[in-house]
């Protein structure tokens, strides 16, 4: 019984949120970005920074309200409330890496 108690409590923190930091960034592709000017990028990469910071910090309070969630009532509240940002922040992460290989590119600062 104890050894079926753990395989639960395995199964339902598998289901949990990641972390932001364990968000692997979606393919973006640069073609997007290539006739933007540097200032244009650059600005572009701010916003997406903002962005960026915003869905993590999402993302990790619903990574700890699933895992509260889970050792108490057993089940993952905030993936099940759709509070996990996942995919969101997934794409913007490749976004961020998409303007970064642009900047570059380009020479431009920063």
Not at 1 to 10: A, E, H, S, T, Y
Not at 98 to 103: G, I, T, V
């Given at each position: ?16 949120a ?23 990028l ?16 999402a ?8 895992t ?21 922040l997934s ?20």
């Open positions: 019984m104890r050894r079926c108690g753990v395989l639960l409590l395995i199964g339902a923190l598998s289901a949990c990641k972390g932001a930091d364990k968000v692997l960034p979606s393919p973006v592709p640069t073609a997007e970005f290539e006739h933007a000017a540097c200032p244009q650059a600005a572009a990469r701010i916003r997406n920074m903002e962005t960026l910071t915003a869905l993590s910090m993302q990790d309070r619903a990574s700890s309200n699933d509260i969630g889970v050792i108490f009532i057993g089940l993952p509240l905030a993936s099940m409330t759709g509070a996990d940002k996942e995919a969101e794409v913007v992460k490749g976004r961020d890496l998409a303007l970064q290989s642009q900047m570059a590119a380009k020479n431009c600062p920063g």
